[in-house]
């Protein structure tokens, strides 16, 4: 037997002074995809407001009154879709 130690299979490099180890995670950012849905989201209510703008119904709700509703609800879908997918990003990285 030999008195020298097993050899590191993989040398760690010297740090230099103040640096901490970390531990990198490979998870999604919740924040860009939230935002990503939501804009998307918000400019899918404005095409759908504008596409079916009735003007037979022009005098019960306004044009900018109808795209603010459907930007609003399609805005709040699609940041809940947009957490959706990150959620399942980060499923299929385990």
């Not at 760690?12 to 860009?32: M, T």
């Amino acid at each position: 037997m030999s008195d020298t130690p097993a050899a590191d299979p993989a040398p760690q490099p010297k740090l230099p002074d103040g640096a901490v180890e970390v531990r990198l995670r490979r998870a999604p950012r919740y924040g860009p995809f939230v935002v990503t849905g939501v804009v998307v989201g918000v400019l899918l209510g404005i095409v759908v407001a504008l596409a079916f703008d009735d003007p037979a119904q022009a005098e019960e709700f306004s044009t900018g009154t109808l795209v603010r509703y459907f930007a609003a609800i399609l805005g709040l879908v699609g940041g809940v879709v947009g957490a959706a997918v990150a959620l399942l990003v980060e499923r299929r990285r385990r």
